[in-house]
């Protein structure tokens, strides 16, 4: 079925509308160029066609390209993938160029027809390259569009013209945030930047009455003009040479030269600046196809495009199960984490019922709703009327009985078991038979919590991160008896929230924890052994981790981190690995250093809260010792500290799919988003060269770096997570 389709109205105008057959929104195929090529040539050879009008007959333009599309020209070009991407790439540049272009003579730069895109919401990526090749862009007044060029978000950048005509229209500096950044804007705000022309009430009907009016000078775009200067300045200029040379600074200093896209980005932009359009679009396909042949653009694009959408569509919802949609929930306890899964439920049109020992701390947990709401109107991202839309959607109490008739309950009160069992027990007292029990735990596991209730085919964990309105990742764990309806539960009420899930069986500290902990618990162990702190932050930001594990300690608060070290030494008695960590750590709760909260942890603070630098104080305590170990071994002991447990949970069954393992971590905890997550890194770097570097590990400092045997044996015999373990769909 055609993705595009022609129509010309009895004043000569053409309308290409964009419409891909079952599908909510459009993406690019290349059946879909080669058609839009089609159309495009009929209407330009047509004496009886005015001018074009390109819109979409969604109620959104476009969501991007279809990233598989990639993948073919690199498949079809066969042992010369980068070849076939460049040819690809330049295709896609020639048919842009045409629309530009749009027949006028070369010379005189007359005679072309009008070519005016109208945007009815949202357009991104290659839905915006294509309508700023078009000789005016129209959207329409549509406040929950989005208009931007969010390719760096998964390891690429724009390399259909949108990087050369964004610079070359808006100047290096006013571009940046667009490119370097993906940052997405509103009709209003796009018009207001630059992005595009006009926003209209009937953006089609306002492109329609331009096209018939446009005169020859209106179709030719500032760079294709003779006497063209680049607003800001070329490099060379004075005003231009300052901007390239901070705009490197900026890019190294925010990627810390780990991210590609973002550097053969600039370098696109840097040289296509010193030579003349159709040169420069050159430039950016050599630079596009240089960063899609790099692995780290791969696996960013699996991970964070292809595995993470397939997790929200349901991936992994059980088969056969009916929408269990939430039509009101309840939530137990009103501290920060459940107030803040009561607001985002209320955001998503989910009726609260929010409890807590007292209507006043429930009443607070309410108020959380109320300040970020306050704080978004602030910001113009709210008004008025949503904030009391969604405070409407939320009852504070202290009494259970206003649980009734709610089909989940989300528990999020003290992490302890005996006062979990407790709320358990009064809220399944009021709950109807069909009610699914969720407790938010981080560490606690599900199957043990389950004793209390029951119905435990109806008891599933569902561990949220903090801050809940701010994480993008949802851990749903099963336990021992957790029934395929509560799986499915679970999984839609996320998808109702719009954040992504991850399925994993139970044990203690489940996926995420089970990885994070020993990442920290690394860190901690290399101060008390004499590293420089300052190493230790350093190294795991230099390899792409947001956050030092020592930051990440102080923000998490150190109180909980002794919390969880006193239980799990309880839970695993003398095989407890962790004392030299635990030397560090209760030391500094010992003297009421807690972390941020208290404005003291590993780093020293200012009276507003503000990190000042590591505290002064550690390296009396622990002094750092003279001969200092090298950078790429301090990388290497911080990665596979969470590696080699995410191998483990794979080998123990605790992660079922891969995919959840990549995408989880990168959401979770921020694991080195240039990678595409732990599995796709060991896919990267191969399994043989990663025993080898454990058993090195291993050797100096010890057993917890020895390989799985799983890992070993895909050493052995060469082979790759993704080959191995990844559903069909994926691969």
């Known amino acids: 079925m055609a993705e595009f389709h022609s129509a010309t109205d009895a004043d000569g105008v053409t309308t290409i509308t964009w419409d891909v057959p079952d599908r909510s929104m459009n993406v690019m195929s290349l059946a879909g160029f080669a058609e839009l090529e089609a159309l495009v040539d009929a209407a330009l050879a047509d004496d009886s066609v005015k001018g074009i009008v390109l819109t979409s007959g969604k109620p959104d333009f476009a969501g991007g390209m279809d990233l598989n599309a990639i993948a073919r020209m690199k498949q079809e070009a066969g042992d010369d993938p980068a070849r076939g991407l460049f040819e690809g790439v330049m295709k896609i540049h020639a048919l842009l160029r045409k629309i530009e272009l749009a027949g006028m003579d070369p010379k005189t730069r007359k005679g072309g ?44 950048f724009p390399g259909a013209g949108g990087t050369t005509r964004l610079v070359r229209k808006m100047g290096a500096m006013a571009a940046a945030p667009f490119l370097l950044e993906g940052k997405l804007s509103d009709p209003k705000k796009a018009r207001m930047a630059g992005l595009i022309d006009e926003v209209a009430e009937d953006p089609a009907a306002a492109a329609r009455e331009w096209v018939l009016q446009a ?11 003779r006497g063209y200067k680049m607003p800001g300045g070329a490099p060379y200029t004075p005003q231009g040479f300052m901007t390239f040379v901070g705009a490197n600074a900026m890019v190294n200093g925010k990627t810390k030269g780990v991210y590609p896209a973002a550097k053969a980005l600039l370098s696109a932009v840097y040289e296509g600046a010193l030579v003349d359009f159709d040169t420069a679009l050159k430039i950016e396909a050599r630079w596009f196809t240089h960063v899609l042949m790099n692995p780290s653009s791969g ?81 113009g991202k709210a008004t008025e009327e949503k904030k009391a839309e969604v405070l409407g959607r ?51 596991p599900i199957t043990g919590l389950a004793r209390a209730s029951a119905r435990p085919a109806q008891f599933i964990g569902i561990h949220f991160f903090s801050p809940v309105e701010k994480m993008m990742l949802v851990e749903i764990i099963k336990g021992r008896e957790t029934g395929a309806r509560a799986v499915a539960k679970a999984l839609d009420f996320v998808r109702q929230i719009r954040k992504t899930p991850i399925v994993v069986n139970d044990a203690r500290f489940f996926y995420a924890n089970r990885c994070i902990i020993p990442y920290l618990n690394e860190g901690i162990r290399m101060v008390g052994e004499g590293v420089n702190p300052a190493l230790v932050e350093n190294a795991a930001k230099l390899v792409g981790l947001p956050l030092g594990p020592l930051q990440l300690v102080d923000e998490t608060s150190i109180d909980l981190g002794v919390k969880i070290a006193k239980a799990t030494r309880a839970a695993m008695g003398d095989a407890y690995p962790d004392g030299a960590v635990d030397e560090v750590l209760f030391w500094l709760a010992g003297d009421g250093r807690m972390g941020r909260k208290a404005q003291a942890g590993f780093y020293a603070y200012d009276d507003a809260g503000k990190r000042t630098g590591l505290w002064p104080g550690l390296a009396e305590r622990f002094p750092p010792d003279a001969d200092q170990p090298g950078l790429t071994e301090v990388q290497h002991r911080l990665l596979f500290a969470q590696v080699l447990e995410a191998v483990r949970a794979l080998e123990d069954g605790v992660l079922t799919d891969i995919r959840e393992g990549d995408v989880g971590a990168i959401l979770g905890w921020g694991f080195a988003p240039w990678s595409g997550g732990p599995f796709s890194w060991l896919d990267m770097i191969g399994a043989a060269r990663a025993v080898e570097i454990c058993e090195g590990l291993a050797a100096r400092h010890g057993g917890r770096f020895a390989p799985p045997a799983l890992l070993r044996e895909m050493a052995e015999s060469g082979a790759r997570f993704y080959d191995r373990f990844a559903p069909a769909a994926a691969a």
């Open 113 to 156: 027809k009008p070519i005016a895109a109208a945007l009815p919401g949202t357009a991104l990526g290659i839905g915006l390259e294509i309508p700023l090749a078009c000789h005016r862009i129209f959207a329409a007044d549509n406040a929950k569009a989005k208009i931007g060029l969010p390719e760096i978000m998964v390891g690429i």
């Open 215 to 225: 005169k020859d000078a209106d179709l030719v775009k500032p760079w294709d003009a």
């Open 299 to 379: 696996a960013m694009i699996r991970s964070l495009f292809v595995n993470k959408e397939a997790l929200e569509k349901g991936a992994s919802r059980p088969a056969g199960v009916p929408d269990q949609r939430v039509r009101k929930i309840g939530i137990l306890g009103a501290g920060m984490m459940g107030a803040g899964i009561a607001l985002v439920a209320a955001q998503a049109g989910i009726e609260v019922v929010l409890v807590d020992q007292s209507a006043e701390a429930a009443e607070k947990g309410r108020a959380y709703a109320a300040d970020y709401m306050d704080k978004g109107i602030k910001r």
């Open 394 to 444: 939320i009852t504070a109490t202290a009494d259970y009985d206003a649980l009734e008739g709610a089909d989940l309950v989300v528990e999020a009160v003290f992490e302890d078991p005996d006062v979990k069992a407790g709320v358990t027990e009064r809220a399944e007292a009021v709950l109807g038979p069909d009610a699914v029990f969720a407790t938010n735990t981080s560490t606690l």
